[in-house]
T-cell receptor, first 120, second 116 residues
Framework: GAVVSQHPSRVICKSGTSVKIECRSL??????MFWYRQFPKQSLMLMAT?????????EQGVEKDKFLINHASLTLSTLTVTSAHPEDSSFYIC????????????????FGEGSRLTVL | AQKITQTQPGMFVQEKEAVTLDCTYD???????LFWYKQPSSGEMIFLIY??????QNATEGRYSLNFQKARKSANLVISASQLGDSAMYFC?????????????FGSGTQLTVLP
């Protein structure tokens, strides 16, 4: 089946630095990717929808200048956390839509392994 | 209002027994999809089962079945013959409207622990 890969799986950085997380679709072209954030013991909250070749659509309350999303190709979307602070420490997970899946909506959304960010 | 409600923060089940994880949803759309995902401690999201709003039969995938009660707006997950490896966080999710490009909205999750 379709595979989505995230890198890095874990990252520790100092406060004030920027961190880039990559989300790649390995065997399909993803026109749309979604970025979620998950705090410990909590649910996944959608941060933004990343569309190839156009600007990302951010959910209400998500700072687009802080969480930069770039979807420059059909297989790669990146999330950059700029000037990270300890409160940005979280689990970030992406998902991608495979438009080639034939089984309706069931198999079209695939998740990456997630990236755990710790800001010191 | 919460779109997806999972009222059981934690559940325990004896190995080999069946367990039901509750999920209720709220939408005004006629077309929607309901999903269940498993998230082990490693963090990845594993798709388990899907139910479309127009599907007349309850979805089944191996040991997983979805008890879909449209009038009650509930989509409970039933896991039969629980295994130790089923211990994980389980999320119910919904996608509203037509078009697969729409995002999923997740419930708060249920932590399932299978006891030996």
């Amino acid at each position: 089946g379709a595979v989505v890969s995230q890198h890095p799986s874990r990252v520790i950085c100092k406060s004030g630095t920027s961190v880039k997380i990559e989300c790649r679709s390995l065997d399909f072209q993803a026109t749309t990717m979604f970025w979620y954030r998950q705090f410990p013991k909590q649910s996944l909250m959608l941060m933004a929808t990343s569309n190839e070749g156009s600007k990302a659509t951010y959910e209400q309350g998500v700072e687009k200048d802080k969480f930069l999303i770039n979807h420059a190709s059909l297989t790669l979307s990146t999330l950059t956390v700029t000037s990270a602070h300890p409160e940005d420490s979280s689990f970030y997970i992406c998902s991608a839509r495979d438009p080639g899946q034939s089984r309706g909506v069931t198999g079209e959304l695939f998740f990456g392994e997630g990236s755990r960010l710790t800001v010191l | 209002a919460q779109k997806i409600t999972q009222t059981q923060p934690g559940m325990f089940v004896q190995e080999k027994e069946a367990v039901t994880l509750d999920c209720t949803y709220d939408t005004s759309d006629q077309s929607y999809g309901l999903f269940w995902y498993k998230q082990p401690s490693s963090g990845e999201m594993i798709f388990l089962i899907y139910q479309g709003s127009y599907d007349e039969q309850n979805a089944t995938e191996g040991r997983y079945s979805l008890n879909f009660q449209k009038a009650r707006k509930s989509a409970n997950l039933v896991i039969s013959a629980s295994q130790l490896g089923d211990s994980a966080m389980y999320f119910c999710a919904m996608r509203e409207g037509r078009g697969s490009a729409r995002q999923l909205t997740f419930g708060s999750g249920t932590q399932l622990t299978v006891l030996p």
